[in-house]
């Protein structure tokens, strides 16, 4: 389930199938080469030969969480049985990567961190949704158990291991996540100290106790990079990673070598019945050890390795130049403008932080239509929606009204009616759907998760019963209708919708300061579960969006506090969880906050874990004050935890800075930040202090998990590291330095210029 949850946020798989399918250019199968064996010797794969590719990579982002996730309880094999096999296997995956990518400048793991106010609302979502399915469903085996074994059918023996693996575990400030960074740590050590394809890398690790998301903290180290004079405009990067607003992200900023690699997606793959472990049949339909005299039973299928793809950003940018194309306007043409307001459209189809409107759902086509009324008000303006992540909500203004007036989801009842002689046909399937989608996202009908287990439903009982649709979208009156259901807001209250319509405006502004400048509150926060309509954005011209107040992350057991479920209290202190569970003996005045039970808005979607999560929001000042009387309880561990970190950069004896980093530890320069010559490191500009936890050269690396070696002899030089901490004002900069064009040409003429051969890969000469 909690795979799901990730790659629904966002719509993963609807927004880069959607993408994918449009511009089908910008995806190519990545090249692996695998070890082979001579003369019964097994030969490592050298990676610090030629990329396969036919291209060299210089810096590899790592969105750590992405990894660790699928490592931890995979989806298409079985789960590790414990903690060491899953640290073994986050370093198999990034092994795996590294010889894909093979980066020759820079390797950046990132692990998320406390994240923004905003973003923990949709962490919170996850989890709860997550523990409450985890239960429910281990509640529907023991049924199904019990129901076979009265019927005396032969069951496999229940499980003895009762320590379920928390998936809640992967968040900041839990035990597991310090010594997920400590395994980490040595990892690269290991790797610096052994692997010549390392040896000449920077490797930073911002672990989770560096506050921020894995991808915004890559993100902000690339925008430093870009703005300092130092910085190769040639460099090519790599982002690991498969939710969707690493795209987003990448075209952010404006690099013209951006490429994100990531798992090919490959659906309904094969499951063991959770009963009785074979497969072919769900746990509904088990028949426990019977099924194995069945012949047509299907025998387990044979695990085929996860193949990886590259998503080529400099192609998207060449669709987007033509997807985006506005002949003859009355001003300069500036592409990159153009980029940064089809990113901030993209936002209102659905991000991390806001619900997306209703009338906007991606597999109706709701980007085109944005995109065509975002060039009738730059035509109609003479200007652009966006600059430098601010945006200019006056010209919003004007594609809302635009939207709100032509939306195909406010469709009357006789668009279904046979279309008059002389007259197109309407694209009645398409407008259909749409108008469907939109009744049922209306719908005030909440459901509890109790039918549907693995993101299934029982088709017979879908068939039979119809929600109840209290919205009515197909009737007058059902914009009152739909404010009263999910705001319980009355229909005469106009100054309530504006101000919900006004809280999402704001949401749009941080969210794009978020992905052009950083964090600009770390407080802010979209008050309510659902979004206004497109209709309501009046006068957004004249709102003043105001950040400047400084503000600053939580602390990572304040966060476990404010997105945990009662039911993962075990990984909080002792005296912290004890306020989820009892008010009496335990005296809390936040209990509220953590519901074991919570309904499930479907809102038009046809899965629970698609639907809204109808949880009370964290009420910040109740819950601090709750924590002040049990902060004095924290043991010095703990208090470790709870402290906020910095990245730490990895340097082996082999790399050309390592003179200087040497000097560093000789010198008496205490807590001192330093600037890194840029000349030492390939143009990256850094700024390193002394860490206080580093293993000297020539000491040993003591493993933290039995099945690996120490590193004996280190010679690996460990540095807290930052990037420089003035104030900048980012700017989404023209790129002179554009690669080669992989599109056919617009005037190419096959009987002029013969037939044109596409570029599959990196280079004009890998077909």
Known sequence: LFQKLLSSEMGVPAFFRWLSRKFPSIVTNCIEDTPHDVGGTTVPVDKTQPNPHGIEFDTFYLDMNGIIHPCCHPEDRPAPKTEEEMMIAIFEYIDRLMCIVRPRRLLYMAVDGVAPRAKMNQQRTRRFRASKEATEKEEQIRQIRDELRAQGIPLPAESTDKQHFDSNCITPGTPFMARLAICLRYYIHERLNTDPAWQNLL??????????????????????????????????????????????????????????????????????????????????????????????????????????????????????????????????????????????????????FLPHLPSLEIREGAIDRLVNLYKDCVYRTGGYLTENGFVNLKRVQLIMSAESFNAPAFIPQNA??????????????????????MRQAAMAFTSSTKQEFNGTANSEDADDEEPFDEVRLWEGGWKDRYYLVKFQCSPKDLKFRHHVANCYVEGLCWVLRYYYQGCCSWKWYFPFHYSPFASDFLNIGDLKIDFSEKTQP?????????????????????????????PVRDNSTIIDMYPSDFKVDLNGKKYAWQGVVLLPFVDAERLNEALEEVYPDLTEEERFRNSQGNDVLFISSKHEAFGFIQSIYEGDFNDEWLNMDPS????????????????????????????????????????????????????????????????????????????????????????
């Open 203 to 352: 490797v930073i690790l911002s672990d989770a106790s560096v506050p921020g998301e894995g991808e915004h903290k890559i993100m902000d180290y690339i925008r430093h990079q870009r703005a300092c004079a130092s910085h190769d405009p040639n460099t090519h990067h790599v982002l690991c990673g498969a939710d969707a607003d690493l795209i987003m992200l990448g075209l952010a900023t404006h690099e013209p070598n951006f490429t994100i690699i990531r798992e090919e997606f490959v659906p309904n793959l094969p499951r063991p019945c959770e009963i009785c472990n074979n497969y072919g049949h769900t746990m509904q339909d088990c028949q426990g050890l019977s099924v194995l005299e069945n012949e047509n039973e299907v025998h387990p299928p044979v695990l085929k390795k996860t193949q990886f793809i590259f998503i080529r950003l400099s192609v998207l940018r060449e669709y987007l130049q033509r997807e985006l194309e506005m002949p003859n306007i009355k001003f300069r043409y500036d592409f990159e403008r153009c980029v940064d307001d089809w990113v901030f459209m993209c936002f209102f189809v659905g991000n991390d």
């Open 416 to 437: 279904f009616a046979p279309t008059p002689i002389g007259e197109n046909p309407l694209p009645l399937l398409n407008a259909k759907s749409t108008a469907m989608e």
């Open 680 to 767: 030492l490191c390939k143009g990256i500009s850094l700024m390193v202090k002394p860490y206080n936890f580093h293993v000297p050269v020539g000491k040993t690396v003591h493993s933290p998990l039995p099945q690996c070696n120490d590193v004996e002899n280190n010679h690996c030089i460990l540095l807290e590291s930052a990037v420089s901490r003035r104030l900048h004002l980012f700017y989404s900069s023209t790129i002179w330095c554009n690669p080669k064009p992989v599109l056919k040409p617009k005037d190419w003429d096959d009987d002029r210029d013969g037939r044109y051969r596409p570029v599959t890969g990196f280079v004009h000469t890998t077909f």
């Open 554 to 582: 939580i602390k990572p057991l304040e966060q476990l506090m404010s997105v945990f479920p009662a039911a993962s209290s075990k990984h909080l202190p002792k005296s912290w969880a004890a306020l989820m569970h009892d």
